[in-house]
């Protein structure tokens, strides 16, 4: 009974299982003073007993039986082993000498190396089911009596219930560790819920009170404990804000990998050599349906960041592109205003010139100080779309302070540039300017900008813009590309671009060049295309015939023609300079005549 006790004593006692099978197996061996004694439990998995607990036996004989020559369950089968026997039939088997025993024979000489001669099997039974089975072996033939097997089976129940309530003790103990496990999971899902809720309030605070871009990234950075960068699809910085006196920067736009671009989703962009801080960078895109319309930068990696972090950093980005969607949308409304505005400015209109200054004051631009006018219009061999160039406008007059007056009219962009002084040199430096915006903005684009003295007063817009937009296009017929023009650069074609009255021009052009235009509405002849063509490139045959795609053979017998209906010789200096003259004029004319076109 001592040992019986020491059994149950042990069940109530922090002990592991493979001590409760190794104190069952040495009990079993003290109270019947047997040699050798294991408690084989099933493994259902794999369909056999397994030996995990025992007295007496080597650790050779333990693997020998557990990997060698394990013992399988095989109820029924003649040649079941005594063990599978016991846990079949559920009762006691045993062998008197095991080796007159053909059932024992895979297991004989492990045996006889152990040193035992006969064995008995116990199952182990709880609620009539076997857990397995109790062995007993001892080293002379024996026959176990019915008191000894009596004493062995009851010692096994003990010791089956003993090893039931161990294994409901480690299950009550998992399951306890588990709801531990469990509780502890919810109150960080609770404490990482209520953070969320903390990181939405704050955000969405942002975009109630239109704080722009600026109060998105202060925020970020607050709470994601680093500095943070947002940076337009350009590369052009939106706003910054530092975390402990520490900035991040991102890959210059003129260093980036054109055969690489940037990822259009969350993700770690390589360090590259002057990264301040060095490393990787995290970037989130900021997207307006398909359009990636600003970048935020951290330092770091992603792996760095966790899940909270992460959809901080996409809220942050959803709440960017609210931003710029509504900054967007207030500049497209005062873009179509200015441009309204400008219309009506260049029209000349006497009704529409009494309330401007006050539109324009609305906008935030002073008519009452002077401007000048500057027209840009694309070069025509790689010209882009008109909206694209005053894109490209904008972003240069955006810094400027007071701030330019940018419409688009037809194919031109028109900017009324304000002018302290009189001093056009502010003014040539910002048509420069716009020239390598456009540049920038498309790589194979040129254009050429004109720009005209300021206007002291409003009646005098309309005039400026006739001027500058006749010589944007005198330089383009020249064909100068991508430069800044002014009336003093165009020469005689400038001083003729300022004439108030040019009806006296007109006429003496008309009267000098009228034969050879009615000799080409009659024949379907070129004689004055040629004359001009000849005259802008020097008099030479050979430079016109190539620009004409003609025989140069061809142009001299033009030549010739032209010279007899108007009766004079190009040979002669003075009526060489007449018809020069008389084609400037008419340039001049076409240029200057047409009035403004409606803003875009």
């Not at 972003?395 to 056009?424: E, H, K, N, Q």
Request: hydrophobic share 45%; glycine share 6%; aromatic share 4%.
């Amino acid at each position: 009974m001592r040992g019986i006790a020491r059994i149950a004593a042990a069940v109530n006692a922090p002990v592991s299982r493979a001590e409760l099978l190794t104190l069952v197996s040495r009990t079993a061996c003290e109270l019947m003073d047997y040699q050798f004694c294991a408690v084989m439990l099933a493994d259902p998995d794999r369909g056999v007993l397994v030996m995990e607990g025992s007295c007496g036996m080597s650790a050779d004989y333990i693997a020998g039986v557990n990997a060698a020559h394990p013992i399988t369950l095989r109820p029924g089968d003649p040649d079941e082993a005594p063990s599978s026997r016991a846990f079949s039939t559920q009762r006691a088997v045993q062998v008197s000498d095991i080796s007159m025993a053909p059932t024992f024979r895979p297991w004989e000489g492990v045996a006889r190396q152990e040193g035992f001669r006969s064995m008995i099997a116990v199952p182990l039974l709880v609620s009539g089911r076997a857990l397995g089975t109790l062995n007993c072996y001892l080293v002379d033939v024996h026959e176990f009596g019915p008191d000894e097997t009596d004493l062995l089976t009851t010692l096994a129940h003990q010791a089956a219930i003993a090893i039931e309530a161990a294994r409901l003790r480690d299950l009550e103990a998992r399951t306890i560790a588990d709801l531990r496990e469990l509780n502890r999971s919810l109150a960080e899902q609770h404490a990482l819920l209520q953070q969320g809720e903390q990181i939405h309030r704050e955000l969405t605070a942002v975009a109630l009170r239109t704080g722009g871009i600026s109060s998105v990234s202060a925020t970020l950075s607050s709470l994601l404990r680093r500095p943070v960068l947002v940076e337009d699809p350009a590369g052009a910085p939106l706003a910054s804000s530092s975390y402990e006196g520490r900035t991040v920067d991102a890959p210059a736009p003129g260093g980036r990998d054109v055969a690489r671009p940037l990822p259009e989703e969350l993700a770690e962009v390589p360090g590259w050599p002057t990264a301040a801080p060095p490393g990787p960078r995290v970037m989130a895109p900021v997207r307006l349906g398909d359009e990636v319309v600003a970048r935020i930068w951290l330092p770091g990696s992603l792996a760095e960041l966790s899940p909270l972090d992460q959809r901080a950093l996409e809220h942050a980005a959803t709440i960017s592109a609210l931003e710029l969607l509504r900054a967007r949308t207030a500049l497209e409304v005062e873009w179509r205003l200015a441009g309204e505005l400008l219309g009506d400015l260049l029209s000349g209109d006497p009704t529409a010139l009494r309330t401007i200054t006050s539109r324009a004051a609305r906008l935030g631009h002073d008519l009452r100080t002077p401007h000048a006018t500057l027209v840009l219009k694309t070069d025509p061999e790689h010209g882009i779309d008109v909206q694209a160039a005053l894109g490209a406008v904008r972003t240069v007059s955006a810094s400027i302070r007071p701030r330019p007056l940018i419409a688009a009219v037809a194919d031109y962009v028109v900017a009324l540039w304000p002018v302290a002084d009189g001093d056009l040199a502010g003014c040539i430096a910002g048509a420069d300017a716009m020239r390598r915006a456009l540049r920038s903005h498309a790589h194979t684009a040129t254009a050429s900008v004109a720009v005209i003295r300021p206007c002291a007063a409003l009646q005098e817009h309309a005039a400026a813009f006739r001027l500058a937009r006749g010589a944007v296009e005198l330089s383009q017929l020249r064909g100068r590309r991508d430069v800044t023009v002014t009336l003093a650069g165009l020469g005689i074609y400038g001083l003729l671009l300022q004439l108030e009255d040019t009806r006296e021009l007109a006429r003496f052009a008309d009267g000098l060049l009228r034969p050879l235009r009615e000799h080409d509405e009659a024949r379907g002849s070129a004689l004055l295309e040629t004359v001009a063509t000849h005259l802008r490139h020097d008099l030479s045959t050979a430079a016109t015939a190539a620009a004409l795609y003609v025989h140069p053979n061809t142009v001299g017998l033009r030549l010739r023609r032209a010279e007899e209906l108007l009766g004079l010789s190009f040979a002669d200096v003075e009526s060489l300079a007449q018809v020069k003259v008389a084609l400037m004029v008419d340039d001049v004319l076409a240029f200057s005549s047409a009035g403004p076109e409606s803003p875009s």
